[in-house]
């Protein structure tokens, strides 16, 4: 068992900001096509986080062109995922925000939190210094 929870400390690292269900997000995900690797961003609302540990994953939903809803499930430590920076803050008090699926227009919205953007910069700025020791760290060994 302490071999399992070893392997599960050494995947989780954590680079990313501190985000939760209702916060917008952009996240950059590596894709592979043959033998080309490109970067692809998915910007949009997080509507649930599931697991724990090197498990967890979250959902993310946006309106693409044309009104139509594009939901994507990410695992949080993925190698896959070059990084996650927080746009927004919501204001919300449910875990879940699946009722979205059936909204449009303003009623589909989230309030922002009452602080300034100076605190999701601040947020960034600490998930970048952490990603950056933890690629020092590494080079080290």
Do not use: C, W
């Not at 071999?3 to 954590?14: D, S």
């Not at 062109?65 to 927080?86: D, H, Q, T, Y």
């Not at 875990?95 to 059936?102: D, F, G, H, I, N």
């Not at 960034?124 to 080079?139: H, I």
Request: charged letters at 35%; a positive charge; zero cysteines.
């Amino acid at each position: 068992m302490d071999k399992l929870k070893l392997a599960e400390q050494t995947l989780m690292n954590n680079q990313y900001p501190e985000f939760k269900t209702g916060d917008t997000v952009n996240v950059h995900y590596r894709v592979r096509e043959g033998e080309k690797e490109r970067i692809q961003k998915f910007e949009g609302l997080v509507i649930s986080r599931h697991g724990s540990g090197a498990n967890q994953t979250f959902m993310v939903r946006k309106i693409s062109a044309g009104n139509i809803g594009v939901e994507r499930i990410f695992p949080l430590f993925s190698p896959f995922i070059a990084k996650i920076e927080l746009k927004k803050q919501g204001d919300i008090k449910r875990s879940k925000l699946y009722y979205l699926r059936e909204r449009q227009g303003k009623s589909a919205r989230i309030k922002e939190k009452d602080q300034n953007q100076n605190t999701v910069r601040e947020l960034n700025r600490q998930a970048e210094e952490r990603a950056k020791a933890a690629a020092a760290a590494s080079e080290e060994e």
